[in-house]
């Protein structure tokens, strides 16, 4: 970082305002669909959030006063919608920094009919900080994010202390923070950082790891890794404090 960098990152934190220094992802711009490009035209209007536009309102963004669910990057978005769909009676938001994954959501959301969902195409860290008021969320989902296997971008992923604390405030007393990793030493992390977290209580009978609920839908991904052999580790914490 150059000293005029520095210096703007100090200004900029002594303001109170927030600035990511590490990222958690990688933004890849693929090539919408046709359906895509289609889907985001018509849909955004209905479903889309600008991150611009600040502090949300959900009563009025759902015209409802139901639990909300939060979803960080929701890939291709199937089965956010699926749990949308499968549960009415709560709203849900999904935070997405690709947009073909916005489009292939708001194209699988369309062909569902659903009302109960609405996207975010921006960071997900910043959507937190200046979107969601404190003690509004009744889950935050994160399921398989990044795992930035390599030792040295460890750092780069998304489950820290610091998130985790940024994370707390958005939740409920009794709210609820899902992980889902397919990476055991991603797991073995992410228990070592909620088990840190004393605001946070695990939900397992072992202090360790959940059986899939039967809200998350198995990924195609999932299944797949299924047949090979492979783990998947859910993890459920519920603030607390």
């Known amino acids: 970082m150059s000293e005029k960098d520095q210096t703007r990152l100090e200004q900029a934190k002594e303001s109170g305002k927030y600035i990511r220094t ?21 849909s955004w209007p209905t479903m889309g959030l600008v991150h611009e536009n600040g502090l949300l309102d959900f009563k009025l963004t759902f015209n409802n006063d139901n639990d909300v669910v939060l979803e960080i990057g929701f890939g291709m978005g199937k089965s956010l919608v699926e749990m949308a769909t499968q549960a009415p009676d709560q709203n849900f938001i999904g935070i997405e920094v690709h947009r073909p994954g916005v489009g292939a959501c708001l194209l699988d959301a369309a062909q569902a009919e659903v009302t109960n969902l609405r996207v975010y195409e921006h960071d ?44 707390r405030t958005k939740l ?42 039967d809200f998350r839908p198995l990924t195609k991904f999932e299944k797949r890794g299924h047949r090979l052999g492979h783990g998947v580790w859910d993890l459920m914490f519920e603030r607390v404090e």
């Not at 969320?137 to 940024?166: G, M, T």
């Not at 605001?199 to 609920?213: E, G, L, V, W």
């Open 124 to 167: 997900a860290v910043e959507v937190l900080a200046d979107c969601i008021a404190d003690n509004s969320l009744s889950r935050v989902q994160l399921f398989f994010p990044d795992p930035w296997h390599k030792k040295r971008h460890h750092k780069r992923r998304i489950v820290q202390a610091e998130f985790v604390e940024n994370l």
């Open 22 to 42: 590490i990222r958690s992802f990688v933004k890849r711009e693929g090539r919408l669909t046709n359906g895509q490009a289609n889907a985001i035209e018509q």
């Open 172 to 213: 409920k007393i009794g709210g609820v923070f899902h992980m889902a990793t397919d990476w055991e030493n991603y797991a073995e992390h992410m228990l070592e950082v909620m088990n840190s977290a004393t605001a946070f209580k695990n939900q397992s009978s072992n202090n360790d790891y959940m059986p899939r609920p």
